[in-house]
């Protein structure tokens, strides 16, 4: 009888503390992260600012919940008892005076560390301090942790990931677990129930299709990020997301290219995490990152990835099923001159063999929504004829009659 304890104990103790939180992100998660336009250049006012924009800017009406430091929040050394410590200058109110802040006006709050013993920018990392720091983030009342993987050394990522999952789930409050390896050790494979996304490529930076290199790694623009990997949406689903890094929209490329990488963002069931300084963001980028048609896409309950479907002549079409039967359906201009196009729908039928979905345009007819002029444009039974500027999109909705 007492070996029988025992092991019921140890099987218990396994079942309760090696696995992630579950219920948390069914649906890719919309939000801010400091990095792409502040680096480690952070603090307290900033962050309350961003998060009052949330608010005066109709975002949290939109969706976005998630407001996240990204590394430079501590400082340099931690203290006595080894706990971290929110950099005096910076936050000198702290992290939890911080959380309860964002958390007044409806938000979440999110932070960041490194599964290594420094994170990218110098400061103290994680590594033999999982689940101190995790009792920490807890008692912040912490939202949503980005874990970062510099200064790693001879670490196995996996081993290490889990590690913190297990810390965060022993401190017994709910975090989403954003892993952040940057897709080097093919995280699609064993993340599902470690976190709640990963990284699937190394660094986005804010534009279309180039790539800048940093000695040993390179950032990627939208469309090299795109590219990067063509056969990951199978691993992706309600609860575990291919993250393919925050969005560079506001950030210095034109309307149209942020319009192309929103809406792509979304047809990938990528998380949404905007990477701007809201509090000086223009109209026009406001009124793409607040698109509720083109978000709906993103927050589809089917949670399947979106696809490629065509790739000819610089103009790229995608689909993603969603649920009632409905198919979103993204044109991109890829070439530096206005396209016309004339799709003729009864030339063409298009399916998901992945989940089983089929669709016969010629038997079956849909309504089309477009869902950046929020406009209905007709239906399947006419041709779709339409003008689409350089790198610009066309974004669809397609309705069962």
């Given at each position: ?6 092991v ?11 696995q ?29 600012g ?13 969706g ?49 560390n490194?599964?290594?013993s ?13 689940y ?64 709640h ?10 534009c ?18 795109i590219n ?25 490329m ?109 038997q ?38």
């Amino acid at each position: 009888m007492k070996k029988l304890v025992v092991v019921f104990l140890v099987l218990f103790s396994i079942n309760t503390f090696s696995q992630k939180f579950e219920g948390l992100a069914e649906t890719p998660p919309l939000g801010w992260n400091s990095w792409n336009t502040f680096a480690t250049d952070i603090n307290e006012e900033l962050v309350k600012g961003i998060a009052d924009k949330f608010i005066e800017l109709g975002l949290k009406d939109a969706g976005y919940e998630y407001i996240v430091l990204d590394d430079g929040w501590m400082a340099k050394e931690r203290d006595a008892n080894g706990n971290l410590v929110a950099d005096p200058i910076k936050f000198p109110s702290g992290m939890k005076a911080l959380a309860d802040y964002i958390h007044s006006k409806g938000l979440k709050f999110g932070i960041y560390n490194c599964a290594g013993s420094k994170t990218c920018g110098g400061y103290p990392g994680s590594r033999g301090f999982e689940y101190q720091d995790a009792r920490l983030y807890a008692s912040w009342d912490v939202d949503y942790l980005k874990y970062d993987w510099c200064n790693t050394e001879k670490l196995n990522a996996e081993g290490a990931y889990m590690t913190m999952r297990d810390a965060l789930k022993k401190a017994g409050r709910p975090i989403v677990f954003s892993i952040c390896e940057w897709g080097d050790n093919e995280p699609w494979k064993w993340a599902k129930d470690v976190g709640h996304s990963w990284r699937a490529t190394g660094d986005i930076i804010n534009c279309w299709d180039c790539e800048i290199g940093h000695g040993s790694w390179s950032s990627k623009g939208v469309w090299k990020i795109i590219n990067l990997r063509e056969d990951l949406r199978k691993f992706a689903g309600p609860g575990h997301w291919n993250d393919y890094d925050m969005m560079e929209v506001g950030n210095g490329m034109t309307d149209a290219e942020d319009r192309s990488h929103f809406a792509m963002w979304s047809m990938l069931a990528s998380p949404l995490i905007m990477g701007n300084d809201l509090r000086t963001a223009s109209k026009e980028t406001i009124k793409t990152l607040a698109n509720k048609e083109v978000i709906a896409v993103n927050q589809d309950k089917l949670g399947i990835q979106g696809f490629r479907y065509s790739n000819e002549n610089n103009f790229e079409i995608w689909l993603k099923p969603l649920e009632n039967d409905a198919w979103a359906m993204t044109f991109v201009n890829m070439s530096d001159a206005t396209k016309r196009i004339d799709f003729d729908w009864m030339k063409h039928g298009f399916g998901d063999d992945l989940n089983g979905k089929w669709v016969d345009l010629k038997q079956q007819k849909f309504n089309i929504r477009d869902l950046y002029n929020h406009k209905n444009i007709g239906d399947t039974a006419s041709n779709l004829k339409a003008e689409i500027g350089s790198h610009d999109v066309l974004m669809l909705k397609l309705v069962k009659k």
